[in-house]
C-alpha cells in the first residue's frame, strides 16, 4: 500500500477526539488530534524536505510518501478563509501563519489529502470510510505548546473538519457533538459526526445559536448564573454572549457575573481561603486534609442560556475548581478583561457534559453524562 492517506483511528459517525492517530499507509502513523470548537484550520506536523526528525517521540507526515497529496492555490477561497495569515509562495501555493488566541502559532502549506476514518457506529463492525480530498494544514513549524501532533478545527468556517465533512459526506450534515472526560482521565474523549452527534440524554436541552459576526465561533446567550438554588445575577442582551469552546480551560465571565459569583460561592464554602499561587485564579482555597475536595464541600452552579429551551450547564464541583497544586483548588473562572473581553465556556465547566452542535438547526444542545462510560466502546 502506498503512504497515499491519511487514517484517522477514530469513528467518522463517533469518534475519539483526543490521542486520536493519524496514519498514512507503509506504517506512518502520528498521535493527531487535539479538537478546538472555536478555530477552523486542520493541521497534522509535516516532514520537512531533507531534514530528518530527531525526536523518537514526534511523528510527522512525510507528504512525499503519498501519491493523493496536494497542494492548494493561494487564490482559491480555501486560502482565503485562513485570513491574514495566508499568502502566495513562490509557486503560488497557499502558505499560512495561523495563530491561537493563547499565542501559539502554526506554520505550513495548506494542502489535500484523503482522509480514511477508522468508523464503528452504535453495534456496528468496524469498517473504514475514504473522504478524499480534504483540505489540511501541513505544518512545518509551531510557536507555543501544543500537547500533539496536530489540531482539528471543529469551528464553522469554510476549512473547518465540520464543514468539509459536511459537504463530502452529506448525511452528515454540519452536526457533530463531543463529552469531555475529566481532564484527570486517562480515556479518550468521543467526538460524534452525523446522526451519532444527536444528544438524548434524560435532561438534554437546546439553546439557539447567536450571530456573534464570526462564523468560526459558536456563541450562544447566557441568562443567569446561579449557586445552588439561589440565581446570583441576570445578564443583560448587551451583556449574554458566551463563546462555546472546547479549546480554552478556564470560564472568562463579565465582571458582573463574576464579582456575585465570588461573593456567594466565599459565604457558602468553609475551606480557609488562601492566595492564588499564581495571582490569576480570584478564589482559591486550602484543602489539605478535605478528603474529596472536588465532590464535597463545593455547590453546584448553573449557567442558565436563554432562548426558552431550559438548556443549562450544571457546574459540579470538578467543573468550577482546579487543583493548581497539591493541597490548593482554585476556582477555574476568571473575570473578562479589556485585553480579553469576550465570555467563554471553558473546557473544564464542560466536562462530563455531552454538547452537542447543529448547524443546519443553529442551535447548541446540553445534557450532564458520564463521559467514560457514556461512549467507552468509542
Given at each position: 500500500m502506498s503512504a497515499s492517506v491519511l487514517v484517522l483511528a477514530a469513528v467518522l459517525l463517533a469518534f475519539a477526539a483526543t490521542g486520536v492517530a493519524v496514519a498514512g499507509g507503509d506504517g506512518f502513523s502520528v498521535e493527531f488530534i487535539h479538537r478546538d470548537s472555536p478555530s477552523d484550520l486542520v493541521w497534522v506536523k509535516c516532514k520537512k524536505e531533507n531534514v530528518n526528525v530527531t525526536?523518537?517521540?514526534?511523528?510527522?507526515?512525510?507528504?512525499?510518501?503519498?501519491?493523493?497529496?496536494?497542494?492548494?492555490?493561494?487564490?482559491?477561497?480555501?486560502?482565503?478563509?485562513?485570513?491574514?495569515?495566508?499568502?502566495?509562495?513562490?509557486d503560488s501555493n497557499c502558505c499560512y501563519l495561523y495563530a491561537y488566541g493563547d499565542g501559539s502559532n502554526t506554520t505550513g502549506l495548506?494542502?489535500?489529502?484523503?482522509?480514511?476514518?477508522?468508523?464503528?457506529?452504535?453495534?456496528?463492525?468496524?469498517?473504514q470510510v475514504r473522504v478524499g480530498g480534504v483540505k489540511f494544514g501541513c505544518s512545518t513549524a509551531t510557536g507555543g505548546s501544543f500537547p500533539s501532533d496536530g489540531l482539528v478545527g471543529l469551528g464553522g468556517g469554510a476549512v473547518s473538519l465540520v464543514t468539509q465533512l459536511a459537504g463530502k459526506v452529506t448525511s452528515l450534515g454540519r452536526r457533530f457533538s463531543y463529552c469531555l472526560v475529566p481532564h484527570t482521565s486517562n480515556t479518550s474523549s468521543a467526538l460524534n459526526f452525523g446522526s451519532h452527534a444527536a444528544v438524548t440524554e434524560p435532561g438534554a436541552a437546546s439553546t439557539p445559536l447567536v450571530d456573534s459576526g464570526i462564523e468560526t465561533y459558536y456563541t450562544v446567550?447566557?441568562?443567569?448564573?446561579?449557586?445552588?438554588?439561589?440565581?446570583?445575577?441576570?445578564?443583560?442582551?448587551?451583556?449574554?454572549?458566551?463563546?462555546?469552546?472546547?479549546?480554552?480551560?478556564?470560564?472568562?465571565?463579565?465582571?458582573?457575573?463574576?464579582?456575585?459569583?465570588?461573593?456567594?460561592?466565599?459565604?457558602?464554602?468553609?475551606?480557609?481561603?488562601?492566595?492564588?499561587?499564581?495571582?490569576?485564579?480570584?478564589?482559591?482555597?486550602?484543602?489539605?486534609?478535605?478528603?474529596?475536595?472536588?465532590?464535597?464541600?463545593?455547590?453546584e452552579l448553573a449557567l442558565e442560556f436563554a432562548g426558552g429551551g431550559g438548556a443549562e450547564v450544571v457546574m459540579k464541583g470538578e467543573n468550577a475548581f482546579v487543583m493548581v497544586e497539591e493541597g490548593t483548588i482554585c476556582l477555574a473562572m476568571i473575570a473578562t478583561k479589556e485585553e480579553q473581553p469576550v465570555s467563554i465556556l471553558g473546557n473544564l465547566a464542560q466536562q462530563n457534559i455531552h454538547v452537542g452542535y447543529d448547524l443546519d438547526a443553529g442551535e447548541v444542545t446540553f445534557a450532564a453524562a458520564d463521559c467514560v462510560r457514556r461512549f467507552s466502546s468509542s
Open positions: 525526536s523518537p517521540t514526534e511523528k510527522q507526515f512525510d507528504p512525499s510518501r503519498s501519491s493523493t497529496y496536494g497542494h492548494v492555490s493561494c487564490n482559491s477561497a480555501a486560502c482565503a478563509a485562513l485570513g491574514h495569515g495566508a499568502a502566495c509562495d513562490g495548506l494542502s489535500t489529502e484523503t482522509f480514511t476514518f477508522d468508523a464503528a457506529g452504535d453495534g456496528e463492525k468496524s469498517r446567550s447566557l441568562a443567569a448564573v446561579k449557586v445552588g438554588n439561589k440565581t446570583v445575577a441576570e445578564l443583560s442582551p448587551s451583556k449574554s454572549n458566551i463563546i462555546v469552546d472546547s479549546g480554552t480551560t478556564l470560564t472568562f465571565l463579565h465582571p458582573s457575573v463574576m464579582a456575585p459569583l465570588v461573593d456567594e460561592l466565599s459565604r457558602r464554602i468553609g475551606f480557609p481561603r488562601v492566595e492564588s499561587p499564581d495571582g490569576v485564579l480570584d478564589l482559591c482555597y486550602d484543602v489539605t486534609g478535605g478528603g474529596a475536595p472536588l465532590v464535597g464541600g463545593i455547590p
